[in-house]
Nanobody, 118 residues
Framework: QVQFVESGGGLVQPGGSLRLSCAAS????????VGWYRQAPGKQRELVAQ???????NYADSVKGRFTISRDNGKSTAYLQMSSLTPEDTAIYYC????????????WGQGTQVTVSS
């Protein structure tokens, strides 16, 4: 079992940057693909970025070129570096095991709120 705790959210101005952290508890962290998801009010949760066990990253078109996902297996932590933020990026951000999410077996934490506003 892998559990995730998100942190690093907050209020940022348009065009600004923010770095989110995702601390994982499972010993198999290095073997699983980790994804960052977000959910805005009235919208479905969407996959923003994911990184595999070999550090291969993929991004949603909406954030490509602006967000960077990374991982530190020694610290069992994944990160999401966000730049050029817009109000449309405002959402609660979650991290999770991508395969577990796809299989409908994921447990979601509290997430971390990102608000982009002047």
């Amino acid at each position: 079992q892998v559990q995730f705790v998100e942190s690093g959210g907050g209020l940022v101005q348009p065009g600004g940057s923010l770095r989110l952290s995702c601390a994982a508890s499972g010993s198999l962290f290095s073997l699983v693909a980790v994804g960052w998801y977000r959910q805005a009010p009235g919208k479905q949760r969407e996959l923003v970025a994911q990184i595999g066990s070999r550090d291969i990253a993929n991004y949603a078109d909406s954030v490509k070129g602006r967000f960077t996902i990374s991982r530190d297996n020694g610290k069992s932590t994944a990160y999401l570096q966000m730049s050029s933020l817009t109000p449309e990026d405002t959402a609660i951000y979650y991290c999770n095991h991508v395969r577990a999410v796809d299989q409908g077996l994921a447990y979601w934490g509290q997430g971390t709120q990102v608000t982009v506003s002047s």
